[in-house]
């Protein structure tokens, strides 16, 4: 089918699926779980042709992890629909209930989308949290994975529609543009009145490529240039645990750590040891000249890497005289996803949460941990960076949209 046929179908099939009761949709959640564990073999066979491929195009390591399937991450991708469904139902929530002194009763709930197109890229695990969330929150899905995956997320796909559908969820539902040529990813953008929104889910190239051509309205996820400071209170050791897991524990995330600021008061404590361990872990440091001095075997940071997401295990460094020096350089460089602050001063710790305008801030902890999961959301469709209608981590609620329901005994004005 074309790219306009799947569309079609999914809109034809998102007015049905908007008033399915909450059971169908976590029973068909519960069935699609079942339904990907079964499938497994061939997912898995999907994948090793997809990661094949990969590998002899080029591809760098973290690429080649994003893509990579196995028996445990796919018992995580039917984990994730199981917990989805046990989440509570988004539709028909009342955000607000007032009557009005002429006796008009006004209610605003909370409704679906309608239709949610997602572009993305290597991560087969997005093809089962995308079609999980959009169906718990009563959306039919149009997605447009990367060609690298194609095999995967068919695969995947296909697993989860059959099995959705035999629950009772309208056919036509999920959909997979399957035609990996850009003109059908170009034509998907230009859906309007088929697909309700787009959201991007990748790299900066991807994410910026969607918003400069969508005519779909479109929610801008995911680019993550994400900073730790260490102020000159902050206790060494702690900046060294954080900086470690932000940067090492899954270096190909949006939320891992690429920069790293320290205070120069502090410098010639914390550097050293954060060397000694980020280069046992096999990261490569990419430094100014007054970091680069305190730190064996870096090299020289150029302009270019300030603000570059390198989803790899590199990290660039700079020693900065002041508190407002490193927020300047967070605004500068950074892209609002999720920077955090090491340091023992209450009041520093307030102005950093006041003052760095990111979607996700912290005091002495991980930029790790933002997440949909972590924050207690469930899945997640992806991380808004943005600041119109959602932001932060994008779990059920930022699928929804409201509507007005106006109640009256014969009033006319």
Known sequence: MTVRELAQQAKAASGKLAITSAQTRNDALLAMADAL??????ILRANAEDVRA???CGMKPSFIDRLTLDEKRIEGMANGLRK???LPDPIGKSDYVAVRPNGLRIEKRRVPLGVVGIIYEARPNVTADAIALCIKSGNACVLRGGSEAIRSNAATCDALSAAAVQSGIPQGAIQLLRDTDRAAASEMMKL????DVLIPRGGAGLIQSVVQQATVPVIETGVGVCHVYIDESADAGMGADIIENAKCSRPSVCNAAETLLVHAAIADRALPQIATRLTARGVELRCDARAKALMPGSID????DWSTEYTDLILSIKVVDSFDEAVKHIETYGTHHSDAIVTSRYDVAERFLNEVNSAAVYVNASTRFTDGEEFGFGAE???STQKIHARGPMGLDELTTVKYAIRGEGQIR
Do not use: H, W, Y
């Open 37 to 42: 564990l079964a499938a497994a073999p061939d």
């Open 54 to 56: 990969a590998k002899e």
């Open 84 to 86: 989805v469904s046990l």
């Open 192 to 195: 309007n009145g088929l697909i």
């Open 301 to 304: 940071a150029s302009e270019e």
């Open 381 to 383: 469709i992806g991380i």
